[in-house]
């Protein structure tokens, strides 16, 4: 089992920018792709970005992509997801989830696909 905990979310102005953790438990964090999603109010929770287990593949939705990074540090276990640039339009509750997987590149956009989630930290952009 894997438990997730992600911090670093807070409120920052429009064109500012905020770099979320999320620390996993265990020592299997390397058999992971890691993946970001996020939810707004009132709205279904969407594929933000992931990274495969191996660090060598990413994908982003298109709505993040050139201003989120996702990134891992497989000896920390932690991902990470800095995000410049943010805009009104990121505010929502963002969540790291985690896919086994015996690749060593395969990622899922669809979260009913990973098999741990984290609790969500809050993300607000004011403009």
């Known amino acids: 089992q894997v438990q997730l905990r992600e911090s670093g979310g807070g409120l920052v102005q429009a064109g500012g920018s905020l770099r979320l953790s999320c620390a996993a438990s265990g020592r299997t964090f390397s058999m992971y792709t890691m ?3 996020r939810q707004a109010p ?3 929770r969407e594929f933000v970005a992931a990274i495969a287990k191996s ?3 990413t994908v ?3 709505s993040v992509k050139g201003r989120f990074t ?3 540090d497989n000896a920390k276990n932690t991902a990470y997801l800095q995000m410049n640039s943010l805009k009104p339009e990121d505010t929502a509750v963002y ?3 985690a896919d086994f997987t015996t690749s060593l590149y ?3 956009v669809d979260g009913r696909g990973y098999d741990y989630w984290g609790q969500g930290t809050q993300v607000t952009v004011s403009s």
């Open 106 to 108: 395969t990622i899922k």
């Open 95 to 97: 969540s790291c989830a």
């Open 42 to 44: 009132g709205k279904e």
């Open 60 to 62: 982003y939705a298109d």
């Open 70 to 72: 996702i990134s891992r």
């Open 35 to 37: 993946g970001w999603f």
């Open 55 to 57: 660090g060598g593949r």
